[in-house]
């Protein structure tokens, strides 16, 4: 069993910067892929950014490619999300998501076993 939990969400004008973090709980955080996940009103969750358990590979939608950050430091089980230059459109809430058993396919939801609730993120104009 893994609990996730979010923080760092909140109301930012465009242009701006925000930091998410998700803390995990009850396994070996070193172990496993994580991923970040957004959600906007009226829209399916899509895939943001993922790490690798080996902090080797990372990957991101072509959306926030340049602009956004995907760390972790296994150390305190932690994986952060930096995000610069937001858009109005970068509003949604946002999830963090553990990978445990297939680290393939980080961009599909499908590939993750736990989620966190969810932090917003809202960018005005």
């Known amino acids: 069993q893994v609990q996730l939990v979010e923080s760092g969400g909140g109301l930012v004008q465009a242009g701006g910067s925000l930091r998410l973090s998700c803390a995990a709980s009850?396994?070996?955080?070193?172990?496993?892929?994580m991923g970040w996940f957004r959600q906007a009103p009226g829209k399916e969750r899509e895939f943001v950014a993922a790490i690798s358990w080996s902090v080797g590979s990372t990957y991101y939608a072509d959306s926030v490619k340049g602009r956004f950050t995907i760390s972790r430091d296994n150390a305190k089980n932690t994986v952060y999300l930096q995000m610069n230059s937001l858009k109005p459109e970068d509003t949604a809430v946002y999830y963090c998501?553990?990978?445990?058993?297939?680290?393939?396919?980080?961009?599909?939801?499908?590939?993750?076993?736990?989620w966190g609730q969810g932090t917003q993120v809202t960018v005005s104009s």
């Open positions: 009850g396994r070996t955080f070193s172990s496993y892929a």
């Open positions: 998501a553990a990978d445990l058993y297939s680290g393939r396919y980080p961009t599909r939801s499908t590939t993750y076993d736990y």
